[in-house]
């Protein structure tokens, strides 16, 4: 406001939103998360947990970190073959059948799985 007094108005009256952002000096997101949290609160009562988007949270240990390095040799074997006797690209779910056909895991993994574990050894 001690800008409005040397200048003179700058932002116009009608605009009384932005008059008191620039004042304040509220951005205008922070203004809306504040707006949308005030009808939260209208509507529903008021919130009894807070949101902290960048908060790290425990995990448990994934199964994956589990394999040793000859299960690893075992599954890049698997795959390389396919390209030889198969001649086409293998997939996920023939990947995972020669690898329960063979036993190299002791635990059954799911496709999903697979594909982490693939990814984190190297394959696309």
Request: one cysteine or more.
């Amino acid at each position: 406001m001690k800008k409005e007094a040397d200048e003179g108005v700058t932002i116009p009256l009608k605009n009384y939103r932005e008059r008191v952002l620039a004042a304040t000096g509220v951005s205008k997101s922070t203004f809306q998360k504040i707006s949308k949290e005030a009808q939260k609160v209208e509507w529903g009562g008021p919130s009894t947990s807070f949101q902290s988007p960048k908060k790290i949270r425990n995990t448990k240990k994934r199964k994956l970190d589990r394999t040793s390095p000859d299960q690893i040799k075992s599954m890049r074997e698997i795959i390389y073959d396919f390209y030889v006797l198969e001649k086409r690209l293998p997939t996920l779910k023939c990947v995972l059948q020669k690898i329960n056909d063979r036993q190299i895991l002791t635990e059954a993994i799911s496709i999903s799985s697979l594909n982490r574990l693939l990814k984190k050894i190297g394959f696309r």
